[in-house]
């Protein structure tokens, strides 16, 4: 009987394949999940969005923003340490996937891919940042997450004098979340697309929530995760990255510097394929969608580590397995070479 070796085929594997069918299912999860009794808990490092009917579990942000409604004497007594124990909680669910939570599980990331399918199949190319635009776009996802600190503190607490802000601000992040208006309609439900004439504030958000959701749409049909560079949940996960379990690791010594996995990168980090001196190299904007490692053709070069154990690994087999060489592998992610070049023309 012929044994099989689980590492060399794990290596060898179509990893993306894998990924399709894990996103496929966790996107049914957790937007239907809830009609099948499926409970997961409200602090999830992924947008299930407590607003689509039928949501087994809630993001994160939600209700961070909720607590931190609240007075600085409720923050710093002992009810302060429910905030702690939903960071907590928090944690405990992203310290096993770490942001391969963005790559594998998010829906929006999801429905990004699909729409980046869409795209492929009407024949129509996609553009990349340049370097410039990219490093200055990557800051508004932290300027995103410290607002939605800041804001709901601000309203039962007046900083440096200033008056207090409006209770409809409470959870501003959630008024313009594209998952709050799009992932409902999957479930039939239109109640989430209107405009909150209640007061000036709520005319303002509901109305940039609108607008975020037309641009979520559009903007992922020119660009690949096109959301995922302004996301704040992305941010957060990559301040406590170092804590995950799921690692990707990089030996710049075995790196032959030929730019794959850039190319593949659905966000265009250019870093993984110019940093040689690092070996985490998961970056603020990375997903973890491990197309970086299949497109790699150089051995151990890099790595996807849980602990200290190897989980999967680039192999020139594994390569060849996948795109039978350096001319397929370029005819597979055409329009991923011809937008590189493109940039860098620029």
């Excluded at 808990?41 to 969005?49: D, E, K, T």
């Excluded at 129509?124 to 995103?144: H, P, Q």
């Excluded at 032959?256 to 966000?267: A, Q, Y």
């Excluded at 998961?282 to 790699?296: Q, S």
Aim: glycine share 6%; proline share 4%; hydrophobic share 40%.
């Amino acid at each position: 009987m012929k044994k099989i070796n689980i590492k060399k085929y794990i290596n060898n594997a179509n990893v993306s394949r894998f990924r399709f069918w894990i996103q496929l299912i966790s996107f049914f999860i957790f937007v239907y999940g809830g009609y099948f009794f499926i409970e997961i808990g409200s602090r999830l490092p992924i947008f299930s969005c407590p607003y689509v009917p039928g949501s087994p579990g809630g993001c994160y942000l939600l209700g961070v923003q909720h607590e931190l409604n609240s007075t600085w004497h409720t923050i710093f007594s002992p009810r302060g340490i429910s905030i702690l124990k939903s960071l907590g909680i928090f944690l405990l669910f992203f310290i096993f996937l770490n942001k391969a939570w963005c790559g594998f599980v998010c829906p929006l990331g999801t429905l990004q891919d699909w729409i980046t399918r869409l795209r492929k199949s009407l024949g129509f190319s996609f553009t990349r940042y340049d370097e410039m635009s990219f490093k200055r776009l990557k800051v508004i996802k932290y300027i995103l997450l410290a607002l939605l600190i800041l804001i709901p503190l601000a309203i039962n607490n007046s900083f440096f004098g200033l008056p207090k802000l409006s209770h409809s601000m409470h959870t501003p992040f959630c008024k313009i979340c594209p998952a709050r208006t799009i992932l409902p309609l999957f479930n039939g439900d239109t109640s989430q697309i209107y405009i909150d004439f209640t007061d000036t504030t709520t005319i303002i958000l509901t109305s940039l929530g609108l607008m975020v959701a037309a641009l979520f749409l559009v903007g992922s049909f020119v660009k690949k995760r096109f959301f995922c560079f302004f996301c704040p949940m992305s941010a957060l996960q990559f301040l406590f990255s170092k804590i995950g379990l799921l690692r990707l690791i990089k030996n710049g010594d075995k790196c032959t510097r030929c730019g794959n996995c850039s190319r593949v990168c659905d966000v265009g980090i250019t870093e993984i394929a110019d940093d040689i001196l690092s070996k985490n190299i998961i970056k603020d904007d990375c997903m973890m969608c491990l197309k970086c490692v299949e497109a790699c053709p150089e051995e151990g070069a890099l790595k996807v580590k849980v602990l200290n154990f190897d989980i999967f690994s680039a192999t020139e087999e594994g390569f060849f397995k996948r795109y039978g060489g350096t001319s397929k592998f370029e005819t597979s992610n055409k329009d991923d070479v011809l937008n590189s070049n493109k940039n860098k023309d620029e």
